[in-house]
């Protein structure tokens, strides 16, 4: 096991480069079952969610080979149409191989991925769909096996905004007979990131951004070479971090049109955030500059939920009172806790968090339960003037890249080392 050490304090100053895009390279990958070709993917980020997603190709037999930042796939040889439970377990994005597997070969069977530390997420709208593409959905011991020798279009109204859910269906009505038709559909960059993957595969997507996308299926798809957006949630955390230290940081290759909500809060609490070429400034005297602010998570084009636990981090520092709530997920607040541990005043009332800015934050051994609460500790810790070690830092790994290694140069002082519990 590893942790990170936070000696914090200090502002942060100079340029970051953010990665890809986890969340557009996880589906991208998934779209590589559809061709017979062999396709390149740039910008590809280090993370273990690529290496597990990696690592499912090749148990069903597709030729990956991960270089990061690149990564090529040839889908050709795939032999086991399956996604077992030991690797659906580690990452629930997994599930994203049930839409292109039955799309090409007819067949999936695909390990339910049950709930996670922040929630359950069901796959419901994911099997409605398919169904209404003509595929016949079994439950055979944890298990979800889908069949159908060619899925067809379908008008498919989806009961909630689901990422994955939109993803899933329309990569399997790219190769479906006819049209398809999703009303409802999650509205999120990454969404439209992939509909220009499949464009350029040769499938018609029109819609995607908006909550309503057409998909007209074609015979076949074509290998594909393509870079991945940057990852607007690291962006976000670098904004963040920033605003809670101090500091002057130039966040390159953020892209703003992705991140409107999350800058016009900062904006409002005092920080500021301009517009550059090739990227986002940020400038901020500290947390303590800023006044509170309230926020409510939604889908996009609302504050982001994955912004959420960061948010707050700064906002424990903040002037005033903050009010919090998470709309979208119903246990995505365990770092209070932890937050508490250092001296936040917090206090939780079903899906509100009531934030009472603080005059500072000691450090502490504190305990990452999930992705996006292991970035509040680390902004939390980068703060404090005392030492903050940040446990379970393999969640962290999920969905940034080395950000110690990107918070360093900036003047941070952290390091990785082990013996994390």
């Known amino acids: 096991m590893e942790k990170l050490v936070i000696d914090g304090g ?31 993917f740039r910008n590809v980020p280090r993370l273990r969610d690529v290496e597990t997603m990696a690592a499912l190709l090749r148990f069903m037999g597709a030729e990956t080979d991960v270089t990061p930042p690149v990564v090529n796939v040839r889908g050709a040889s ?5 996604a077992p439970y030991e690797l659906v377990k580690q990452m629930r994005a997994s599930v994203l191989v049930l839409g292109p597997l039955v799309a090409r070969h007819g067949y999936a069977k695909v390990s339910l991925p049950g709930g996670c530390a922040i929630g359950a997420r069901p796959i419901d709208q994911h099997l409605k769909g398919l169904e209404a593409m003509g595929a016949t959905i079994k439950l055979d011991h944890g298990y979800v096996v889908a069949e159908c020798k ?51 595969m040769g499938a018609k997507v029109d819609g995607a951004g908006t909550d309503v996308i057409h998909i007209e299926g074609v015979e076949v798809l074509h290998a594909v070479d393509h870079a991945i957006i940057p990852d607007r949630i690291e962006a976000g955390t670098f904004l963040l971090a920033v605003a809670a ?107 509100v968090a009531v934030v009472k800015g603080v005059a500072g934050l000691s450090g502490a051994s504190v305990m990452a339960t999930d992705l996006r609460a292991s970035a509040c500790l680390v902004i939390a810790g980068l703060t404090s003037t005392d030492r903050t070690e940040v446990l379970r830092v393999y969640h962290l790994d999920r969905g940034y890249e080395s950000i110690e290694k990107k918070l360093r140069p900036l003047g941070a002082r952290i390091e990785r080392v082990r013996g994390g519990g």
């Open 10 to 40: 200090l502002p942060l100053h100079g340029e970051v480069l953010v990665s890809g895009a986890k969340n557009a390279a996880l589906p991208i990958l998934c779209a590589s079952l559809l061709t017979d070709g062999a396709c390149t």
């Open 78 to 82: 795939v032999a086991r149409p399956e």
């Open 150 to 200: 060619r899925l067809h279009g379908a008008s498919i109204h989806l009961d909630m905004a689901t990422v994955t859910g939109t993803e899933n269906l329309m990569m399997a009505a790219a190769l479906a007979k006819g049209r398809t038709q999703l009303i409802g559909a999650a509205r999120e960059p990454e969404i439209e990131e992939l509909a220009r993957v499949l464009n350029k």
């Open 245 to 351: 230290t101090g500091g002057d940081v130039f966040v390159r290759d953020a892209i703003p049109e992705h991140m409107e909500p999350l800058l016009a809060k900062l904006r409002a609490a005092g920080a500021e955030v301009l517009r550059e070429e090739g990227g986002i400034r940020v400038r901020s005297e500290g947390a303590r500059s800023l006044k509170g602010g309230d926020i409510a998570t939604a889908p996009h084009p609302g504050f982001p939920t994955d912004m959420q636990a960061q948010f707050m981090a700064v906002m424990t520092l903040a002037r005033g009172t903050s009010v919090v709530t998470e709309s979208v997920f119903e246990n995505r607040y365990m770092h209070v806790p932890e937050l508490s541990r250092m001296g936040a005043d917090i206090e939780v009332h079903g899906r």
